[in-house]
């Protein structure tokens, strides 16, 4: 299953379970440091060439992904599963993007994000987003350490 399944109460539009109209980012460990997420563009989430994708989408996704991958990791490093015992959120600080190239909106697009350093306040991750082996958009995000009060 992935990161935001186990994410109680997230009203997220990007990638919140309890959001029935948001994007539903999904993040799953690709291997012991990358998370991964493949994204269905849809017709309707292109920018004003309908054969590509919308900037805004491409970096709510790797917002989404991003710090979600950040969430998993403070979870692993506290030696929880996600979701157990008190929650853990993180939210965006910063985000810088490289548009390198268009995101076609015909195909599947595979976001790859790292938690690159941290201490127990934030995170900063590195997020890719390709289309086929093509990276489009490059990413640097600081998720930024929340308490519970922030989601009730």
Same mark, same amino acid.
């Given at each position: 299953?992935?990161?935001?399944?186990?994410?109680? =109460?997230?009203?997220?539009?990007?990638?919140?379970?309890?959001?029935? $109209?948001?994007?539903?980012?999904?993040?799953?460990?690709?291997? =012991?440091?990358?998370?991964?997420?493949?994204?269905?563009?849809?017709?309707?989430?292109?920018?004003? #060439?309908?054969?590509? $994708?919308?900037?805004?989408? #491409?970096?709510?996704?790797?917002? +989404?992904?991003? *710090?979600?991958?950040?969430?998993?990791? @403070?979870?692993?490093?506290?030696?929880?599963?996600?979701?157990?015992?008190?929650?853990?959120?993180?939210?965006?600080?910063?985000?810088? $993007?490289?548009?390198?190239?268009?995101?076609?909106?015909?195909?599947?697009?595979? $976001?790859?994000?790292?938690?690159?350093?941290?201490?127990?306040?934030?995170?900063?991750?590195?997020?890719?987003?390709?289309?086929?082996?093509?990276? +489009?958009?490059? @990413?640097?995000?600081?998720? *930024?350490?929340?308490?519970?009060?922030? *989601?009730?």
């Amino acid at each position: 299953m992935a990161f935001q399944d186990y994410m109680k =109460d997230n009203h997220c539009f990007g990638c919140g379970a309890e959001n029935t $109209l948001g994007l539903r980012v999904k993040s799953e460990w690709r291997d =012991d440091k990358v998370a991964e997420c493949i994204f269905h563009p849809q017709p309707h989430h292109c920018s004003g #060439s309908p054969r590509f $994708l919308y900037g805004g989408i #491409s970096a709510s996704i790797i917002d +989404c992904h991003s *710090v979600c991958t950040a969430i998993a990791h @403070a979870y692993k490093q506290a030696g929880r599963d996600i979701g157990d015992g008190e929650p853990i959120w993180y939210v965006t600080g910063e985000m810088s $993007l490289k548009y390198r190239r268009p995101v076609p909106v015909n195909g599947a697009v595979i $976001l790859h994000a790292e938690v690159i350093s941290y201490n127990d306040k934030q995170s900063q991750v590195r997020c890719t987003l390709s289309s086929g082996d093509k990276p +489009c958009v490059t @990413a640097e995000v600081l998720a *930024v350490k929340v308490d519970n009060s922030w *989601v009730a």
